[in-house]
């Protein structure tokens, strides 16, 4: 893909993470929830990728995304320093949610985590699932 052209909301998604101290623990090893943070990165800059504005969203319609549901395979971990490529792809679209394949790998290729996650859209006022607007996502087909 190259730097010029947009990205698709179907388009597998990368987002670079360098591994700081405020990332580790005291061995310099990645403390678990970083990863969380790593990801969650990636998807608020998948969304930016794609035009998409989650505090205007939120603003002008109510809505905002909440993890719903994860489910994480801890297979090697990321050190101080490392260098980190975290990516996100939409696996499924239903109507009041949307499931993203994440992976976090070294810069080396090496996988280190692999995620399924669902974010729910929620009305924050009531904090109850809605539906996603149809035109919220362009080219995010429907299922």
């Known amino acids: 893909m190259s730097d010029n052209a947009p990205i698709l909301a179907t388009d597998p998604f990368q987002w670079p993470v360098r ?5 580790t623990d005291a061995g310099g090893v990645v403390y678990h929830a970083s990863y969380l943070r790593f990801m969650e990165r990636a998807r608020s800059e ?12 939120k603003e002008s319609t109510g809505l905002a995304f909440l993890v719903r549901d994860m489910q ?14 975290v990516s996100v792809e939409v696996k499924e679209r239903r109507a009041a949610s949307i499931l993203f394949a994440q992976t976090i790998r070294r810069a080396d290729g090496v996988e280190l985590i692999r995620a399924k996650v669902r974010v729910a859209c929620v009305d924050v006022n009531r904090m109850r699932p809605v539906q996603i607007p149809a035109d919220l996502i362009p080219g995010l087909p429907h299922q």
Do not use: M, P
């Open 46 to 57: 998948w969304l930016r990728g794609l035009g998409i504005s989650q505090s205007a969203v």
């Open 19 to 23: 591994v700081y101290w405020e990332d």
């Open 72 to 85: 994480i395979d801890f297979l090697r971990a990321a050190l101080l320093d490392d260098e980190l490529s």
